[in-house]
Structure formats: C-alpha cells, structure tokens
C-alpha cells in the first residue's frame, strides 16, 4: 500500500516538475513548486516583465465533467492577495 502512494506522489511531481519547465519556456522567471506542502497551491510562477504570478493547483489527472476550483478557497487567496492586484496580475489555475 505504501508503495502505490510513493507511485502516486512521483506521478504528481513529475508532472508539477513538467509545468515549471513549461512555465520557464513562456517566459516566467521565477518558478518554484512548494513540495510536499499539501495545500491548495503546488507552483507559484511570476513574470516580472508582464506582471502576472500563476498560482497553480496541480492534478495528476482532468477531467472536462469536474469542477476542480474550490469558489470559497479561490475568493479567499484573491482577498487575501488583493495588494498585490495593485502590481500584479494574479492568476489561480488547475494544471
């Protein structure tokens, strides 16, 4: 059982791993995922020349049927990041 898991979770970062290659390929000069953590944010990307940070949710599979995007947890980081708005283009994203 353990073993599936550890399959599991290299899955998810290899994919997290291809996303930031992806990621640096567009332009995006700041790109880290945060390992492990186990919250609603896997990639955090920022572009400094266009603004933009990409907070992304990353899932080993999508699906087109399924609504990924927690509503009350997206509301809550855009109000909680709103100052940044004022500099930044944030974007929340399920990859």
């Known amino acids: 059982m353990c073993l599936m ?3 599991l979770y290299k899955q ?6 291809y996303i ?6 567009l332009g995006f000069n700041i790109v880290f995922r945060s390992a492990g953590s ?3 944010i896997d990639i955090v990307a920022i572009d400094t020349t266009t603004k933009v940070i990409k907070l992304i949710q ?3 599979t ?3 049927n ?10 809550k980081l855009i109000n909680e990041n709103k100052y940044i708005n004022g500099l930044y283009n944030v974007v929340f994203d399920v990859m």
């Open 66 to 75: 399924m609504n990924y995007v927690n509503e009350q947890l997206k509301d």
């Open 20 to 25: 930031c290659s992806q990621l640096k390929e």
């Open 12 to 17: 998810g970062r290899r994919k997290e791993y």
């Open 5 to 7: 898991g550890n399959s």
């Open 38 to 40: 186990h919250s609603c």
């Open 62 to 64: 999508i699906k087109e």
């Open 58 to 60: 990353c899932k080993r």
